[in-house]
């Protein structure tokens, strides 16, 4: 079942369940190799996303690497015309933590670095998610956040009025049932940074959260990555070369060969809602113990409190989702 979402227009869809009006879209990253598959995808939908700018943060790797790969991505995509901003370079107030042992020293696998035609735009990732949401129509900017939260919690403090004028988040993060993948307890974007994944979940902005409960069933199997490959694009042939390393990659940790696309799974939400089953939930995010720190509490009991603005992700349609993704980048 398909909860009509307090990201989307309600009820303009079209007859595959994408929404019908294009979506205004800043994406929020930290390329890393999984969320490159998410950028592509987001790069290959001008038709249903009016891509805004790509906001970027320490996370998998170091700030100026996610930046740098960020740019390079585009270049590879074509889409120079989307602005990229640099964001935050560590989190609000824990140590940094990367996670250079999966996406390796550059971020992005084994994909060839180059250095990108078109840089960095002078303004800071926050300042710029701050000035798009102030200066267009309240309720019309969506943002979509695959790594640490930094940069979203940042503007929120910077600036409180940008919560009530966002149409809404859609996020990769944090895990209920599945159980945590960079500690027992907690997933990895909200460990590298749950003050601000708490300031984000307590501002009360519709929030769809996709976390490892449903990521995990959206997997690169090793058919879904051979039908990649025969769109034969510069942009299919990096995606299967991330996909591949991933896959490889999740092998050697002994976590078996299909690989998990999680920030996939946010972009493919916003284009296709329908292949996704949310449930309302309440949600806090566990910061004091050293423990369980990062932990998201993920509560389907609503009480009588106001309404529940968090969506949490119970399940996909991972056929669908990688039918979309072919097919955009198909064209
Ligand atoms: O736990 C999955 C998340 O952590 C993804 O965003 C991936 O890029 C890693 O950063
Ligand atoms: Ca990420």
Known sequence: MVLASPLLPQGAETM??????????????DPGVDDAIALFLAFAAPNELDLLGVTTVAGNVGASLTARNACMLREIAGREDVPVAAGCERPMVRAPIDAGHFHVQTGLGDLNIFVPRKDVETIHGVDFIIQ??????S????IAVTGPMTNLAMAMVKE?????????????GGARSEGGNITASAEYN???????AQVVVASGAPLVMMGLDVTHQVRASEGRIARIATLDTAVSDASVNLLNFMARTELALGNGGDPPQH??????????????TLRPCRMEVEIASSLTAGHT????????GPGPHI?????????????????RLSR
């Open 16 to 29: 595959e369940g994408a929404p019908m009006s294009k979506t205004s879209l800043i994406l929020d990253c």
């Open 132 to 137: 798009t949401v102030m200066s267009r129509a």
């Open 139 to 142: 309720g019309t900017v969506t």
């Open 160 to 172: 409180p009025r940008i919560v009530g004028r966002l149409a809404g988040i859609a996020a990769m």
């Open 190 to 196: 909200i460990f590298a940074d749950p003050h601000a």
């Open 263 to 276: 920030d996939l799974c946010p972009i493919a939400y916003l284009l296709a809602p329908h292949l996704f």
């Open 297 to 304: 509490a993920v509560e389907f009991r609503l009480g009588d």
């Open 311 to 327: 969506q949490w992700g119970t399940l996909a349609d991972a056929d669908g989702i990688f039918d979309l993704l072919t097919d």
